[in-house]
Nanobody, 124 residues
Framework: QVQLVESGGGLVQAGGSLRLSCAAS????????MGWFRQAPGKEREFVAA????????IYADFAKGRFTISRDNAKNTVYLQMNSLKPEDTAVYYC?????????????????WGQGTQVTVSS
């Protein structure tokens, strides 16, 4: 079992930045690939970014490329999502997730553990 707790969400103006954190506890953090997803009101949960177990590989959704950066610190059992140049359409609840898979997945059903989410609101 892995417990995930997100933090760092909040209200920011368009063009601003936020850094989300996700602290993991339970099983060995470095055994899991990590992902970030988001869900806006009335929309399905969508993939944002993922990072491999050792941090050497990352993938991003098209909307995140060039603006968001995923990283991890295995010594701190934490994964981060740095979000720059935020837009009102980035408003959503952001979730981190852990996957036992050896490849990076974009499908939420392939992640095994989820945090409770943190709200990000971008005002225009």
């Amino acid at each position: 079992q892995v417990q995930l707790v997100e933090s760092g969400g909040g209200l920011v103006q368009a063009g601003g930045s936020l850094r989300l954190s996700c602290a993991a506890s339970g099983r060995t953090f470095s055994n899991y690939a990590m992902g970030w997803f988001r869900q806006a009101p009335g929309k399905e949960r969508e993939f944002v970014a993922a990072i491999s177990r050792n941090g050497g590989e990352t993938i991003y959704a098209d909307f995140a490329k060039g603006r968001f950066t995923i990283s991890r610190d295995n010594a701190k059992n934490t994964v981060y999502l740095q979000m720059n140049s935020l837009k009102p359409e980035d408003t959503a609840v952001y979730y981190c997730a852990a996957s036992r898979g050896v490849v990076l997945y974009t499908a939420s059903r392939l992640y095994d553990y989820w945090g409770q989410g943190t709200q990000v609101t971008v005002s225009s």
